[in-house]
Each structure stands twice: as C-alpha cells, then as structure tokens.
C-alpha cells in the first residue's frame, strides 16, 4: 500500500500546479488523470491565459513551435446591435492546450510528484471512523489502492470524487447538470480578405458571443456559449450572425465543449478533501473562464496544506476550514455578487441592451475591466445618480421598458443580498449550518441564468 502526503486527482491546469507547489515543498504527491498521455488537456485546440497571469502563478511559458499559439492585447465589447465599442487592455497568451497540459504535467513531474496517465478514478477509500484516507483507481485492468492525508478533486466537470462522497460528510455532492454548464461552440473560420485579418478580441455580451485570434493569421475563433445545449447554443449564434455583419468568411472545423456556470459548493473542504477547479465550479460568471479563477483558489490551498502537513496535523475539516474563508474573501464574494446580477439582467431586449452600452451604464470600459479581472466593482453615489437619471430618460422616451427597470434592480439588489452574506462567511465550521440556510434563502431569491437565457430568448425572437 503506497501512502502520500497528498493524492490529485485530475491532472489538467489546477491539478498540475497544486501537485507542483505541493511537491515543491517536499510533501509526496500523486497525480492521477484517466486520460492517456496522448489525449490529456484535448478538450479544446486553443485556450487564453492573461499573462499578469502566468506571471503571478509562475506557470511555465509556452514556447515558440511548440505549445505558443499567438498573443493579443486589445479588446473590446459591443452593444447588440453592434455599436458602441468598450475597449479594454490585457496581454492575453494563447495557447494549444494539450501541448501546454503536458509543459505542466513535466513540470510537476520535474518538482517530485508521481504523475500516472490513464488511472480512472473508482472509489474513495475510508478509514474505520469513516474519514477519507485515500483512493481506488484502476490501471491496465488492476485495481490499485493509495492512501494519502488528502485528496484533491481536480477532475473537472464529471467531479468525480466529490460526487462519489456520502452525504454529509462536508462537502455538497451535486452533479454538475446541464443547467448548471455553458455550452460551447468554437467555429475556427479563415476570412476571404486581408483588411478583415484581426489582432485583438470582441465581445458581444448580449449574445455571448466572441470573436479571437487564432494560430492561422488570416483565421479566427467564433465562439459562443449558452445554456441547455449545443444546438441551443447554435440558435442563438444564428440570431447573433443576423444582428452583426461578420467578414465573409470560411469556417474549417467547429470544436464543442463545456464550463460550469453556477455558484461554487458553500464548502469545498471536509476531512482529508479539498473540490478545485471546474469540480468546485470556480470559473468567472461574467465570461466562464476557469483557469485563473481556480489559480486563486489553489493558491491559497497550498498556503494553508503546507504548514498543516509540516506539522503533522491530520487536515481535518477544521484544519483546511481556512482555504473557505479566504477563498471566499479573495474572490468567491465578488463572483457570487456577479453571478447574483447578471442571472437576473440578461433579460433585457437588443434595443434595450444597445442604450445600456450607449450611456455606459453597467457596459463601460471601467466596469468590463474589472469585471474581467475579476475585481470589485464600485459604484460611488454620483455613478448611481447618474445611472438613474438616464434610466429614467429612457422609461420616458421608451428605449426601456419599466419591467427592464424592475428587473436591473431587482438584479443589484439581489447581488447586493448575496454580497452580505458572504461577508458574514463564518471563520470556522461551527457557524456552518445558518449561514448555509441564510446563503439557501438568498439563493433561492435569485433568478438563474437558465430562467434569463429564455427570457432572452423571447426578447430576441420577437
């Protein structure tokens, strides 16, 4: 029986750094992915890393010829119908995905964890008071039992350890569902004439739809994300293709994908387990990227894992407790305050959306910034008049509809609901259970992003 001071399960961006820093600092880890050294990290060709970034993490770069796919650094946001452009800056890398999953997989390799390719997760394994010590995976057709002081579930959105917990024991076993995911359509396309070539990105945030750079200079990725499906998420590129004239172009291949998109457990740790990751759906609400928002989570697992194991405690639910707090003081609060507003505005009509961009309410260069960063957003008394004064200008010249109105502010009260209560996050597991039915209660209050997109829908088939 091989023991280890940690077991990672799942062996992509987040599971490569965690048992890279953990391993790092001396501590024995495993890595564990099903997929086979040929096909890790093959969910998408490309995908965007900021490099403020990989700076601040210390990932490895990728390298000219080999995982390297381009960099870009403007940016912009439309309104529907097209105008009203908000541009933003940020040094953006792209990169080929599987080449760079296996740049960190040597990596954490290289730090001393033990790194085995097609290992499918079967069980976790309990001691006799019922606490996790460890797992089952089969290889090769064998079985092959670990133990370990901790298991990390870094296994993305099939979550497949903290699904298989017992109820209970810590940590929510919901199943990341298809009302719980964005769905995402990729169309790799080459445009016909050289003054059409790109070298930044825009967003159309009414559509959720994109447009960004790819490797071929003279080509682009379409993207767009949606609830319920694929083909759902098709539909709605079709009413965005009618909306804004895009550059005659070729498309070559179409990739498909998924993210989470919904609020994160209210615990991601219990005795001997931490949820990372897409597991624990940590990706932004404003856009669904999860890299760098599970990054901030897996650092700060790593500052509070390593001391415990240095001195020997048995990281019990109390000990990792912290990794909670300070999560969600270093970002969950401000991403379930986003989640809260956006679920609830989405609804509005494109003639609607396109006024909101033209008097920069909510749609401004300073508040997309910070959105994308993730950063607070701070809305002093002069902005709030100023919002309302133009919200009431556009009631009486009709460009917006009193139940938009009813509903915008529904949307910040609700986000503003939601922000307090996860200012009173308890500092310890003692005050758990009512802060959890006080979040419940809040939660429940809120629209879903499921309920906005059909409300969109309809605006848009009209």
């Known amino acids: 029986m091989r023991e280890y001071d940690a077991i990672v399960v799942g062996a992509a961006t987040t599971g490569s750094y965690f048992a890279h820093e953990l391993a790092a600092r001396g501590h024995r880890v495993l890595l564990i992915d099903k997929a086979d050294e040929a096909h890790i990290g093959t969910k998408y060709d490309i995908y965007h890393v900021s490099k403020r970034d990989l700076d601040r993490f210390g990932l490895p770069l990728p390298v000219k010829g080999e995982d390297w796919a381009f960099e870009f650094e ?16 940020e040094h953006i890398v792209g990169m080929h995905m599987h080449p760079h999953v296996l740049r960190l997989n040597r990596w954490a390799a290289e730090a001393g ?36 002081k901790l298991v990390a579930d870094c296994s993305g959105i099939p979550s497949v350890v903290r699904t298989a917990l017992p109820e209970g024991y810590g940590v929510e076993t919901f199943p990341i569902g298809p009302e719980d995911m964005f769905y995402v359509n990729l169309r790799y396309v080459r445009f016909h004439d050289p003054k059409d070539y790109i070298r930044g990105q825009c967003s159309w945030a009414y559509y959720k739809t994109w447009r960004a750079p790819q490797p071929d200079p003279a080509g682009a990725i379409l993207g767009v994300g949606a609830n319920f499906s694929h083909e759902y998420a098709d539909r709605i590129y079709g009413y965005f293709a009618k909306a804004v004239k895009l550059p005659e172009h070729t498309v070559e291949r179409i990739e498909r994908g998924v993210t989470p998109y919904r609020r994160p457990p209210y615990s991601m740790v219990a005795d001997g387990f931490i949820a990372m990751g897409d597991a624990a759906c940590l990706t932004k609400p404003t856009c669904g990227e999860g890299v760098a928002s599970s990054l901030v989570q897996a650092e700060i697992a ?72 993730g950063r607070e957003l701070k809305l002093g008394p002069g902005e709030i008049a100023r919002i309302g004064g133009c919200m009431a200008l556009g009631v009486v010249t ?19 609901r939601i922000s307090a209560v996860y200012a009173d996050y308890p500092a310890s597991p003692e005050g758990f259970g009512p802060w959890a039915r006080r979040a419940d209660r809040a939660w429940a209050s809120c629209g879903s992003m499921a309920e906005a997109a059909r409300a969109a829908e309809a605006e848009l088939g009209k």
């Open 74 to 89: 403007e940016g912009e946001n439309r309104s529907a119908l097209d105008r009203y452009p908000k541009r933003s800056r």
């Open 113 to 148: 964890a033990e790194l085995v390719y097609g290992a499918s997760f079967q069980a976790p394994e309990y001691d006799e008071s019922g606490k996790i010590r460890g797992v089952r995976y089969e290889k090769d057709g064998q079985i092959v039992s670990v133990r370990a």
């Open 302 to 373: 790593v500052e509070v894992i390593d001391p415990l194991l240095k001195e020997g405690r048995p990281l019990s639910r109390a000990d990792l407790w912290p990794v909670n707090k300070r999560y969600i003081d270093a970002q969950g609060r401000e991403f379930a305050y986003q989640l809260a507003v956006v679920s609830e505005a989405a609804a509005t009509s494109p003639a609607e959306n396109d006024f909101l961009f033209r008097n920069d309410i909510v749609f401004n260069e300073k508040t997309l910034q910070a959105m994308a960063e």
């Open 398 to 416: 009709g460009k917006v509809r009193l139940r938009t109105i009813r509903r915008l502010l529904k949307a910040l009260s609700d986000g503003g």
